[in-house]
């Protein structure tokens, strides 16, 4: 491996071999290469692209760096993958959904950090539920339940953990090249038939603008499709919460109304237009529009809830979950209702400062080590366009202290704005195909 090679090339503006690229990502997850070359290099291509060759390159020898799981089942391997965003518990109910239709579903998430929410975690506001499943273990599981939401293990990607401390570290996070090898280097090491992405933008995601996350999108299919993987990607409005929650057994909660028919809403419109996609990408759908249907009648009839049940028992969880879900979740101490103080329409929310909220009442992390309350949150927020009575409920605290609800209520009163009137952007704004 010449990595002083690699690192002038992308000096001088020149894409590195597609061999080199291997070679480089092989000796990240070795600890061959250095801190310092793994810096070097974020930095050399955030200032300078790779372009579609070298993206795919990279992706694919980062997805080689460890084991990449294959599979021989009766059925399409197929996922979802989302930019992350507030209230987003779509994981939850996409996965035994996609089961009932017919698929199978490795799906490795992740955990929160930063504003947004990690599956991980809301998983494991579920009593006694594990997430660290052994590839062996994964695999029994997917075979006989047709689905688990695990995390990955240090054997998936091992190049990209190593990139993407470094990235963090360095000011090199900002990059489309950086950005969809690492997501898609860990979908593809799952051995995936199929893929579908959610790509958010808006206030509460990482992306802002529809042009930045048009720009993602395009990027990841490209990538996904170059490498062999059927991908399509719908760009979806995070100005404000998905669900009407934010929060770990909160978003459980929202999650298990959709599977057992007590909601519609986003949440659910949102869970069928991505499922859709990837069942028409995976053999399963001859049209979005069936594949729809698909989703509507398995959610609505209870079949995604007896899949779902049948994997939290598999993954240590209780029994009869579906069933007794409201009673096995963990409650905040205090349950605080927030006013508004004048009357009038919802016109915008801030969902950074809401996404901050849920983390400093203790529902995410700000670094990787700290403890998160599966209990906390913010419920019951109001909607984009819905007009309030002076002294309406906008939202409802869950917190472990009076003091710390207090100070959210604050937050919540400051991130959401009431004028005259609003349109709201639509649920999904575009399809991105190639």
Known sequence: MDTRGLLSDLRAGRVPASDDLRAFARGLGTGEVSDAQAGAFA????????????RVALTLAMRDSGDCLSWDLSGP?????????LGDCTSLIIAPALVACGAYVPMISG?????????????????????DLSEARLRRQVAEVGCA???????????????????DVTSTVDSLDLITASILSKKLAAGLGALVLDVKWGTGAF???????????????????AAGCPTTALISDMNQPLASAMGNALEIAEAMAVLTGAARGPLFDLSCALGAEVLVSGGLAQTVAQGV??????????????VFERMIAAQGGPCRFASEWAALLPEATVIQEVYTPEA???TAMDGKALGAAVVALGGGRLVETDQVDPSVGISDMVRLGQRLDRGAPIARIHARTEAEADRAAQVVLAAVQIGEAVDPAPLVVERITA
């Open 149 to 167: 939401i695990v995390g990955a293990t240090g054997r998936i990607a091992p190049a990209d953990k190593r990139l993407y401390a470094v990235r």
């Open 344 to 346: 009038g329409v919802v």
């Open 207 to 225: 992306m802002t603008s529809p042009e930045a996350a048009r720009d993602l999108a395009q990027s990841l299919v490209s990538t996904a499709n």
């Open 111 to 131: 955990r929160g950090l930063g504003h947004t929410g990690g599956t991980l975690d809301k998983l494991e506001a579920i009593p006694d539920l594990r997430t």
């Open 77 to 85: 391997v197929l996922d979802k993958h989302s930019t992350g965003g």
């Open 43 to 54: 930095m050399g291509v955030c200032l300078g692209a790779l372009g579609q060759e070298g």
């Open 293 to 306: 249907t698909q989703m509507q009648t398995v959610i609505t009839s209870g079949a995604a809830a007896e």
